[in-house]
């Protein structure tokens, strides 16, 4: 019976470590993928400070920048390369005569 209970609180706390560090590693990630894009609103899109009167006019503020920053997003993601196919042409020169 002793033995049955050590394995349980074994099992117990390794569980309790595994959870505490995929937790951090969520809250690392989920922290990675927002900070940059709320830093992007505030510094680039006027969001420092909102000045417009009323709940219903800052909401609107916040979404058209929400939606220049995924718009821009897009528009960088669609957007095709220019492939150069550039061949050396060989140009005549001054002073020299042509066959």
Known sequence: MCCCLCFHSYISTRLSLIS???TRFLA???S???E???GTLLNYHNMKRVSTRGIANANKHVLMADLTYNLKKYLKFISKKVQLNAQML???REGR???
């Open 32 to 34: 990675s993928r927002v």
């Open 90 to 92: 060989d140009l005549p």
């Open 97 to 99: 005569k042509q066959d």
């Open 20 to 22: 505490f560090y995929y």
């Open 28 to 30: 690392k990630r989920r």
């Open 36 to 38: 940059p894009v709320l």
